[in-house]
C-alpha cells in the first residue's frame, strides 16, 4: 500500500492549476503578485511547484470569485474564511456550474458531508436522472480530462466516484422492489481487469426504471463465468463496458470470442465505450451493437 501512495501526485505546476480551476496561468501569477493569495514552494533545482493545499485554496477562491465576492476582498481573508464562505456558498447553490464546482471542492479536500449536502439541495431541484445527466456527466467529463492531462490523483478520483456509485445504487435499490411484467433480461459486467463502472451502474438504474428485468455482475469478469447465461434458452441481452479493458490488441479478439458464442443463439451483446470504436465497422455473425457512450445508447432505447 505505501508504494501505492508513493505514487500519488503531490507536487502540481501552474497549468495543472489552470485545467483544474479554469483561471488562465497568467490570472493566478497575478494573484499571487498583487495580493499574495498563493505562495508556491521551489524544488532544489528552482523550479516552482504547488502543494494540494495550494491547490484546494485556488478552487475555493475561484468558487467566491465566480459568485461576486472581489479578489481583493478574498485577499483580506484567512485560510479558514475563505475555506467557510465557499463551503457556505456552496450548500446554498442549485446552479448546474456552482454544483460542479462544489463537487470539485469535496473532490479535492475529500469532503463527504459537502458533496452530501450538495446532492441533497440538488434533489430539491432536480430528479435523480437529471442530477446525474446534468451535473455527474459533465463532473465525470472533467475528470476524465484531468485524468489525459496527467493532473488529478488517484486518491481523489477514487473517493469521489464511490461517492456517485453509492446514489447510483441507492436509487436503484428503490427500484427494485416493484413488480414488474417486464420480459426483457439483462446481463450486465465488465470485462477482466475493467473497474471503471459508473456507466454501466447508470445504465442498470436506467433500464430498473423502465421496469426490465436485471443481473448486474459487476467488475472484472472472466468470460467463462458468463457460460451459464448463454447456455441458457432463455433469451439474455448482455451489456458490457469498456474503459480500459480489453488492451487495443485483444479487442478484437474478445469480440471474435463472444461473437462465436452467440452464434445461432437468441442472445444479444451491447458493449459501451470508446474502445469499442476499434470495432464500430466490424461486421458480426450474431446479434452485437456498438456505442461510444451510454448517453448514445440510451437515446435508442
Not at 514552494?41 to 484546494?56: A, S
Not at 479558514?80 to 471542492?105: G, T, Y
Amino acid at each position: 500500500m505505501s508504494n501505492k501512495l508513493n505514487n500519488i501526485k503531490q507536487r502540481f505546476t501552474i497549468k495543472d492549476l489552470e485545467n483544474i480551476s479554469g483561471v488562465k496561468a497568467h490570472t493566478i501569477r497575478i494573484w499571487e503578485k498583487r495580493y499574495n493569495l498563493l505562495i508556491p514552494k521551489r524544488t532544489e533545482t528552482n523550479i516552482r511547484y504547488y502543494t494540494i493545499e495550494n491547490l484546494q485554496k485556488i478552487l475555493n477562491i475561484v468558487f467566491l470569485n465566480n459568485n461576486d465576492f472581489k479578489i481583493s476582498k478574498i485577499a483580506k481573508m484567512s485560510e479558514d474564511e475563505i475555506i467557510l464562505h465557499s463551503r457556505e456558498l456552496a450548500l446554498s447553490a442549485f446552479v448546474n456550474d456552482d454544483a460542479i464546482n462544489s463537487l470539485k471542492i469535496s473532490m479535492f479536500q475529500f469532503d463527504k458531508s459537502l458533496f452530501n449536502a450538495t446532492y441533497s439541495k440538488l434533489l430539491q431541484h432536480k430528479t435523480f436522472r437529471e442530477i446525474f445527466n446534468d451535473i455527474f456527466v459533465p463532473f465525470l467529463d472533467h475528470i476524465g480530462l484531468l485524468w489525459q492531462t496527467d493532473t488529478l490523483l488517484p486518491a481523489h478520483e477514487h473517493f469521489i466516484t464511490n461517492l456517485i456509485s453509492q446514489k447510483i445504487q441507492i436509487n436503484t435499490e428503490k427500484l427494485q422492489y416493484n413488480i414488474s411484467n417486464s420480459t426483457n433480461n439483462y446481463v450486465l459486467f465488465l470485462p477482466e481487469n475493467e473497474i471503471h463502472e459508473i456507466g454501466l451502474l447508470y445504465l442498470n438504474y436506467e433500464l430498473n426504471l423502465r421496469g426490465d428485468h436485471t443481473i448486474y455482475l459487476g467488475q472484472s469478469l472472466p468470460f467463462d463465468n458468463l457460460k451459464y447465461f448463454i447456455e441458457n434458452e432463455k433469451p439474455f441481452c448482455f451489456i458490457t463496458s469498456m474503459t480500459v479493458m480489453p488492451f487495443d490488441a485483444k479487442i478484437e479478439e474478445y469480440f471474435k470470442i463472444f461473437d462465436n458464442a452467440l452464434n445461432t443463439k437468441k442472445h444479444k451483446l451491447i458493449a459501451i465505450g470508446q474502445k469499442t470504436k476499434l470495432v464500430k465497422n466490424h461486421v458480426f455473425s450474431s446479434n452485437i451493437k456498438v456505442y461510444d457512450s451510454v448517453t448514445e445508447l440510451l437515446k435508442e432505447f
